[in-house]
């Protein structure tokens, strides 16, 4: 089972978005995958209640509680993650160590990318991130193009020397589908696959699927 915690100390960066909308695309796929929800916000676990039964199944786990970390169903080819704001501390080391890789989100905004530097230096005080155990993904979140906000965050990017994996558009249609417990990879029309692209470098990495996604 390959582990994936999407994280970030910044609020508002799109983490649960981008939870939901790897395990949708993994659960497109047929691959056996749950979402554990970490976040006492619990939008993920309220996206998964609102979900139509007909829709592809993904497992639902509670990991609000830190004492239900770690207990996942047999079978499992894929957990994600949906962490808390406030990552740190043991519950840090907890999520992290159940981890294979974390993707962190980050807006084209001063205050995200202030706080996700701060976020990526706590980070390499973790002995299993100093250690290169866990992979660190930066996905540019909700970039207007041609926007004065992108040039900054390709500039922060370029200071830190790491490029995103991706970078994802800002669309009405993910907080539309959202409402009704769907993603864009529920949707197979033209105009949802053009949106689904977006992901397709981060799923590369994540996957290993030689097959065509699209």
Known sequence: M??????????????????????????AKNYRVALADADNQKSSLQWLKQRPEHNVAIQSLDWRNEKSIGDVPKNLEYLIIDAPGALSGEHAEQLISESHAIIIPIQPSFFDIDSTRRFLKHLQEIKRVRKGKVELLLLANRVKANSASSKD???????????PIAWISE?????????????IFDKQQKIYQTIQKQWQPLLNVIIDDSTAWF
């Open 2 to 27: 390959k582990t994936i915690l999407i994280a970030n100390q910044k609020g508002g960066c799109g983490k649960t978005n981008t939870a939901i909308t790897l395990a949708s695309a993994l659960a």
């Open 153 to 163: 965050i390709q500039d922060f990017f370029s200071k830190i020397e790491q490029e």
């Open 171 to 183: 669309r009405s249609a993910y907080g539309q589908l959202a409402m009704q417990g769907l993603s």
